[in-house]
């Protein structure tokens, strides 16, 4: 193991190791940097950085899509003190409004970035009426665009292990996003206790399409396996989404050792694989997959381990894990290899301070928890009731951590550092947890979170969106990511107060999901109509009882009301106009599996997530390659309108 301290003495001890990232950019597309171009391209890039003049201690936001840009980049600002902010590019306003609200944040950050990025940024802004911030940005704006001679090397700053390594944002559309700190401590003890159990080593193949943005495919993926000189390989999540089917059979052809997913991408890969056969592909050599991100359904572990088997992924690959990027990712694991340890609970004894009951897998009742092992070294977990007071084993509670790969706290933002450490130092995970046989299992949250796609959203965000449909007001609807009764995933749920009849209801319920969809690129599952938003005496909305009542059927009778009325207004089918008419709505039909669409339908009101439409956008491009960017389905998003623009084009 590297006897480092800071990611600058790391980056330093690697560039004479013979070791590479490869990028895997298509089925036949690859390119791979040594660790040594890598030192010398970084330190390239830094040079343009300090001529800008971004000095040690400033902030860098990285704005960037392109995975062999941002490790450069990255990497840039490490060995020049800088402190980088990795924001994602999303396709959605909320990611747009999320760069400008971290950037007023962070006060007067730097950003890396490429041209079209910032054009689309700076359209937003003027639109939204933030062209003030865009501005202060844009004249510490360096676009990789302009990236043409790195051969003059910038000058290394060799900082402290307390000095901050980077910034990792929550999400935060319409709220203040929270900057987890990160320290170079942090990051180097957090590897070091992961390896210790995982036994990461530089014989070693990872592969990896999670975003460079997100804590499990930055920490976990790019810089544990920098650190332990593995051979890494990154796969854009776009092409993920897009080509699912690739993912194993890139992990087969490499001889991948080490995988990642949450529970979208496992889902994501059956769904797409339906009854294709797996001959051909060989993962004899994954010994593991982390599963995490998302909290951990054990079904879909089991259908994708059997579905695999063919192909000679070993039974106990599967590797549940727990971690948040206030950890600095990683809190416990289990022992490599063993097989996964299951407790069924009853969800009706999960309460804070409640003696867990086992019962029959089986039960009606029955919740199926994965173990999540012991602790990592360096980290230290604890179990405790509402008053922060350790509770005994075997108890339900919050699940509290500390260590030294814990943040020391938020991004300048006290109120947040208040709320999230106990008087005794504690960091408050927001979940909820027992230890059963000294491991540990995650029961649910006590922190509102909707996990969706790997990625967290907070309700009061989603709510504050979904506000602005006309007749409906803040407090009257609540967000809420509910998983039905033997379905692996949470999916996104609004309740609405509507005391009406569902014939009324029905335009509210296609406005509210079709904005919600259009500003954030999220799915809505269902919009429930409620005669009531149960809060609590301070008037804090109970979410949890919300869910509980969809989960228990209590909204099924509004439901296959609605549903009916739906079908019941679609009546026949309408004709399409034109050849690209026809084509449109043949790839919109195969991508919305199940939802017919007529040539006026907004594909946003049908529900058409960012997912979607990145699967709409690829059959598009390959029809007519060149002619519709991803962001245009946002402006033409009806089959009739977008046939038109496209027609122009052609036309052109």
């Not at 402190?83 to 909320?94: F, K, L, N, R, Y």
């Not at 730097?110 to 062209?131: C, K, P």
């Not at 029961?443 to 449909?469: C, W």
């Amino acid at each position: 193991m590297l006897n480092v301290t800071t990611l600058t003495e790391l980056i330093e001890a690697n560039r004479t190791f013979a070791r590479a990232i490869t990028y895997l950019e298509g089925e036949r597309d690859t390119h791979t940097v040594g660790f040594a171009e890598l030192y010398e391209r970084a330190l390239g890039i830094l040079h343009h950085l300090q001529r800008l003049g971004a000095r040690p201690g400033e902030k860098l936001i990285l704005f960037l899509g392109h995975n062999e840009q941002f490790v450069d980049a990255f990497w840039a600002a490490i060995l020049g003190g800088i402190i980088p902010v990795p924001v994602a590019i999303g396709i959605s306003d909320e990611h747009r409004q999320k760069l400008l609200r971290v950037a007023r944040r962070l006060g007067n950050p730097y950003l890396y970035t490429e041209r079209r990025s910032l054009e689309r940024i700076a359209a937003f802004a003027e639109q939204t009426g933030q062209a003030e911030t865009l501005q202060r940005l844009r004249e510490r704006t360096f676009l990789v665009d302009d990236l043409d001679d790195i051969s003059r090397a910038g000058k290394v700053h060799r900082g402290r292990p307390e000095d901050i390594a980077f910034i990792q944002f929550s999400s935060g559309s319409t709220s203040e996003p929270k900057g987890v700190v990160l320290t170079h401590a942090n990051i180097i003890a957090n590897a070091r206790g992961a390896t210790e159990i995982a036994g990461f080593n530089e014989h070693d193949v990872s592969l990896s399409w999670m975003p460079l943005t997100h804590d499990m495919g930055l920490i976990g993926f790019h810089l544990i396996m920098f650190f332990n000189r593995v051979h890494a390989h990154l796969m854009p999540t776009e092409l993920f989404v897009r080509r699912p089917l690739l993912w194993p059979q890139f992990a087969s052809r490499i001889r991948a050792s080490i995988l990642c997913s949450p529970n979208f991408g496992y889902r994501h890969y059956l769904k797409v694989l339906g009854e294709r056969s797996v001959e051909g592909l060989d993962l004899s050599s994954v010994r593991l997959i982390f599963n995490g991100a998302e909290p951990i359904s054990v079904e879909l572990c089991e259908q994708f381990l059997a579905r695999l088997a063919p192909a000679g992924l070993a039974p106990n690959a599967m590797y549940p894990v727990y971690g948040l990027a206030e950890a600095s990712l990683a809190v416990s694991f289990p022992p490599p290899g063993a097989p996964m340890r299951i407790l069924a609970l009853d969800r009706h004894r999960l309460g804070v301070g409640e003696a867990a009951q086992l019962i029959e897998q089986d039960a009606r009742d029955a919740v199926r928890v994965a173990s999540e092992g012991k602790p990592i070294p360096y980290c230290e977990v604890r179990i405790a009731d509402d008053d922060d007071r350790p509770t005994p084993e075997g108890r339900i509670g919050h699940l509290h951590i500390r260590g030294e790969n814990v943040t020391r706290g938020y991004y300048e933002n006290p109120e947040a550092n208040a709320e999230a450490f106990t008087a005794d130092g504690w960091l408050r995970t927001g979940d909820l947890a027992l230890v059963h046989g000294g491991d540990l299992y995650v029961t649910g949250r006590a922190k509102e979170i909707i996990f969706v796609n790997g990625q967290n959203y907070y309700p009061h965000d989603l709510e504050s969106i979904a506000q602005h449909t006309e007749g409906l007001e803040l407090g009257k609807v609540a967000a809420a990511g509910v998983r039905r009764p033997g379905s692996p995933i949470e999916e996104l749920v609004l309740f609405v107060l509507h005391r009406g009849g569902m014939r009324e209801f029905l335009p509210l319920a296609r406005a509210a999901a079709a904005l919600l969809n259009e500003q954030t690129g999220l799915e809505v599952a269902e919009v429930v109509p409620v005669k009531r938003i149960p809060k609590t005496t301070s008037g804090k909305i109970q979410r949890h009882l919300l869910e509980r009542s969809f989960a228990d059927g209590e909204f099924d009778a509004e439901l296959a009301e609605l549903a009916a009325l739906r079908a019941a207004d679609r009546g026949p089918r309408s004709a399409t106009r034109g050849v690209i008419e026809e084509k449109l709505r043949t790839i919109c039909d195969a991508a919305l599996g199940g939802k017919r669409v007529d040539p006026t339908d907004n594909l946003f009101e049908l529900g058409a997530s960012s997912l979607k439409l990145i699967e709409i956008h690829e059959q598009i491009d390959r029809e007519y390659p060149g002619k519709i960017d991803l962001t245009e389905l946002f402006d033409f998003p009806t089959i009739a309108e977008l046939a038109r623009h496209l027609e122009s084009k052609l036309a052109a």
